[in-house]
């Protein structure tokens, strides 16, 4: 089988060249994210995303179960990400190879650990009922920057979920059928979105935001940072690649605040055209 | 003009033309007409059915029917011109990635002017242009950098500057095919190189980097846009410059 091969010599060469005028190989100025179409629907939890060529699908779903014993006043969220052979050549859903094992467990960091999802309220009968909550996310195309789409699918498809209505009659528990109550929402405490930069050229003075599959294969460094619109950083992640400065970090830091907030607004009018 | 038929996998197709008894001779009647059958299409006993989901065409000179589909994976056939990208250096010759299941062979001595004492030397990751010389579905495919008939390289070999990009099929077909009016528009604006690849790939060279990249982005969005909006948009893309 053909394994993965890296990018060739010419294409290196003219997006290294590209870069230093200040240009990318698409056209993009350097902190340009791509088209971003966000769709949510038709049923509840649905999310797909493009991010130019590369496109995302998270789907939510939930079941009630016993909880852990150590926390029996708290729901469960699973998380599972699927990368196959649609996506892109050489890719396998079999062998989880360590990029996508790295880009499933850094979104299931940025979900989880972050506490966006309130587990507390998943609670319906302390150490016997709790909902648990499945997030599955399925990469249909590898574009590039597959982290950043992958956290905008995910959080949209959990603001858009919608769980059956519970009462709470003493000791027991009545799950509500959808057609009976309108079914509601998680409590989502704040919106984590995920901003990938690459950087390029030996001391990596070059950076770009967004990179695409091209400039992935060619970055020498990547720095992922997660923020939400209270401007407070909920993640950081950079693994391996070549150092970088603080105020190169700085810098990305300032970009990025701007930019989640624009993707903010992005996920507000695809919540509210949705067609669920 | 004839309308467009759609087929999807499986479908049966009618390959008896009821319309065009002028071109046809009324006394072959009786006889069966060879229909050669290209890409999309196979011959199951008696029927024709497609197994590519495309447009049906035609032509009623050579009798030819296939199926024009869009696709991102490349399968090989003889005699398609196609872009690799070298990957491996083994004795006998390269191992080149065209974008199929498996790799194809390149031998040292398929470029112009090769000899067992002159061989050319490229290094992995070296782009070339090459002609599919074996394809089926036993063996790898191979291709060559020159024309074995003439001994001349005929625009085939190595590429080695300028911008490679990837595209779909049926952009890569239109482009060599049909003189893509998006090409013809660009060349009477900036002069650049071109080399198509059927597999889906194109490597442009213009004289700066900003001119190969205007180029490689107008080939691009072209895929969807007739010829006047291809101009239009070429018209645009040469001014904001």
Redesign the interface.
């Given at each position: 089988?053909?394994a993965e091969?890296?990018?060739?010599?010419?294409?290196s060469a003219?997006l290294l060249?590209?870069l230093k005028?200040g240009?990318r190989?698409?056209?993009r100025g350097i902190y340009d994210y791509r088209t971003l179409k966000i769709s949510c629907g038709p049923t509840y939890g649905l999310a797909e995303v493009q991010l130019g060529q590369t496109r995302v699908l998270a789907r939510v779903s939930c079941e009630v179960t016993r909880p852990f014993p150590d926390r029996p006043t708290e729901g469960i969220v699973l998380f599972n990400t699927e990368l196959s052979s649609m996506a892109g050549?050489g890719l396998d859903s079999s062998r989880a190879s360590t990029q996508e094992v790295a880009i499933s467990r850094m979104v299931e960091r940025v979900i989880k650990q972050s506490r966006a999802i309130d587990s507390e309220a998943l609670c319906i009968l302390a150490g016997e009922k709790v909902w648990t909550i499945r997030i599955d996310v399925h990469f249909l195309d590898h574009g590039g920057n597959l982290i950043d789409a992958a956290s905008i699918a995910a959080i949209a498809a959990l603001k858009h979920f919608r769980r059956p209505d519970v009462t709470i009659d003493g000791e027991e528990a009545i799950i509500h059928d959808v057609r009976e109550r309108n079914p509601v929402p998680l409590s989502i405490h704040h919106t984590p979105i995920c901003v990938t930069f690459g950087f390029f050229g030996a001391s990596g003075d070059m950076l770009v935001l967004d990179p695409t599959l091209l400039e992935e294969q060619v970055q020498v460094s990547s720095f992922t940072i997660t923020l939400n619109s209270h401007r407070e950083i909920c993640a950081l992640n950079k693994a391996g690649g070549i150092p970088l400065s603080p105020d190169q970090i700085q810098r990305c830091t300032q970009v990025a605040l701007a930019k989640v907030d624009e993707v903010n607004e992005k996920i507000q009018l695809a919540l509210k055209a949705s067609t669920a | 003009m004839a309308s467009v038929k759609i087929v999807l996998p499986g479908d049966i197709i009618d390959t008896r033309r009821e319309e065009d008894t002028t071109q046809q001779e009324s006394n072959v009647e009786d006889e069966a007409t060879v229909i050669r059958l290209g890409p999309g299409l196979v011959q199951s006993s008696e029927a024709v059915s497609a197994v590519t989901a495309g447009v049906l065409h035609s032509n009623s000179e050579t009798n030819r029917w296939w199926v024009a589909g869009n696709k991102r994976r490349y399968v090989a056939a003889v005699g398609e011109p196609v872009v690799g990208v070298v990957v491996a250096r083994h004795g006998e010759g390269y191992r080149v990635d065209i974008g199929s299941a498996h790799d194809a062979l390149l031998p040292h001595l398929a470029f112009e002017g090769a000899t067992k004492r002159n061989k050319p030397n490229l290094a992995v990751g070296t782009v070339v242009y090459g002609r599919v010389v074996v394809a089926n579905s036993v063996m790898d495919p191979e291709i060559e950098c020159y024309n074995s008939n003439t001994g001349k390289s005929e625009g085939y070999g190595e590429l080695s500057e300028g911008f490679m990009f990837k595209c779909s099929l049926g952009l890569a077909r239109r482009l060599i095919d049909t003189k893509a009016p998006v090409l013809a528009a660009l060349g009477n604006g900036v002069p650049f190189e071109v080399a198509v690849g059927v597999n889906g790939r194109v490597w442009v060279n213009a004289g700066s980097v900003a001119t190969t990249i205007l180029v490689a982005n107008a080939i691009r969005n072209s895929e969807y846009l007739d010829a006047k909006q291809c101009r239009q948009m070429v018209k645009e893309l040469l001014e904001k410059q």
């Open positions: 089988m053909v091969i890296g990018p060739s010599n010419i294409e003219f060249e590209a005028r240009t190989v698409d056209g050549f | -």
